[in-house]
């Protein structure tokens, strides 16, 4: 079976995770193709296959003859989709022999040329889209049909390997996919996710990140008799907003540059809150980034009284190549596997954040290959057969 006839089977599945959930997994729809990737993995011979509480999915297929002191190899991929878009009732749709032009999704939506110059570059390929009603899924369940796929390859063709190690995982969508996998059961050196975009893709930096929240107490009195004593909670947040350099936003970054992002603001006179993620692939201008957001807090508190604002700052992950340095071999590896399938290597940093970054950071340095799709967590997602199938070749390479 290809790996795009995989994927059109689990991209069915409804595995959405919820952001706003304290469980884990955040939804129990993601048992749904947990449960269904268990029996897949045992009907390809990986007997320990199993799925545990939290909806870890795990197995290993030994070495074979004479790879025994080979490394130990994890291939990770995560089950859930994007709460940004619905994943529910999707309808993959194929292309076959695809023209390079834009495409009519149906629902308003067009899949156009002028947003995705890539497009051009898929000609002849078999192009899978959705209907225009919800996100396709291939973000990540083209990472799970692919290394499904791998381990049937492997297996066909006989090709000798050391022991690999497989984990699909919940909630990586929402920040969770490696916080409870279980490091001493999947039992790998050192791993790949296979999670990214185009299939000639791979990632080893991402950004260090936090979020930041300011919280601001006013003072309330009548507006008519306010002077120099009512302090305009809501305007405060406002001015901690334009205190913040206008030039580093999402909007006007890219590559490894940083930014602020607000996120949320709301509040009234009386109370007020401004939430922020804070992002920089460089660790020094990422702390000075967050030592900028502390010294807004020790301004406006001289301004205006202290306590009148309140900052707090929870770190959510950091630069995984850090960890990738000392094992750069992992990345030069994939790197030569990408190029033998005849693809330019497309080195990027990632701008956000990855399930790769926390393994690393937990001792599994753990870079992030392409899955051959484009435009994930919405409707206008798609991927193609073809770049799959060059994804399957890559992973099998790297094993051999």
Do not use: W
């Not at 930014?259 to 949320?264: K, N, P, R, S, W």
């Not at 009386?270 to 201008?285: G, Q, T």
């Not at 990422?286 to 508190?301: D, P």
């Amino acid at each position: 079976m290809r790996a795009y006839e995989r994927l059109l089977n689990y991209v069915v599945i409804h595995t959405t995770s919820d952001e706003k959930s304290d469980t884990v997994p955040s939804t129990k729809r993601q048992f749904d193709l947990a449960n269904l990737l268990v029996k897949e993995m045992k009907e390809l011979g990986i007997e320990d296959a199993s799925v545990d509480e939290n909806c870890y999915v795990l197995g290993h297929v030994p070495a074979t003859k004479g790879c025994e002191n080979a490394p130990k190899i994890g291939f990770i991929a995560h089950l859930d989709t994007a709460p940004d878009s619905s994943g529910e009732n999707v309808h993959p749709i194929l292309h076959e022999n695809y023209d390079g032009k834009d495409v009519d999704l149906g629902n308003g939506r067009v899949l156009t040329t002028e947003l995705f110059p890539h497009l051009k570059d898929l000609k002849g390929r078999t192009l899978i889209t959705t209907d225009g009603t919800t996100l396709l899924g291939a973000d990540d369940k083209s990472g799970i049909a692919e290394i499904m796929t791998m381990v049937e390859e492997l297996e066909k063709q006989n090709i000798p390997h050391g022991k690999i190690c497989i984990a699909f995982t919940p909630d990586e969508e929402i920040g969770h996919g490696a916080s409870l996998l279980d490091l001493e059961k999947l039992d790998a050196d050192f791993g790949y996710t296979v999670d990214g975009g185009p299939e000639n893709e791979i990632e080893y930096e991402n950004f260090n990140a936090a979020k930041a929240v300011f919280k601001v107490r006013g003072v309330s009195v009548h507006p008519g008799d306010a002077k120099n004593r009512m302090i305009n909670a809501a305007l405060v947040a406002c001015e901690i907003s334009l205190m913040l350099p206008s030039a580093e936003t999402p909007a006007h970054t890219e590559d490894r540059e940083g930014f602020y992002h607000l996120t949320d603001i709301n509040g009234d006179v009386e109370n007020a809150k401004i939430e922020y993620i804070i992002r920089d692939h460089d660790a020094s201008l990422f702390n000075a980034k967050l030592e900028t957001l502390r010294k807004i807090e020790k301004i406006l508190n001289e301004k205006y009284g202290e306590g009148t604002v309140a900052l707090s700052v929870t770190e959510q992950y950091r630069n995984m190549i850090e960890k990738i340095r000392p094992h750069i071999h992992i990345v030069e590896t994939a790197k030569k596997c990408i190029a033998d399938q005849g693809l330019a290597v497309k080195d990027v940093p990632i701008r956000g954040g990855t399930d790769g970054a926390q393994l690393s950071f937990r001792g599994l340095p753990c870079p992030n290959l392409g899955t051959g799709g484009y435009a994930f967590h919405g409707p206008f997602e798609h991927i193609t057969a073809e770049g799959m199938d060059a994804v399957v070749n890559i992973i099998s390479s790297i094993l051999e």
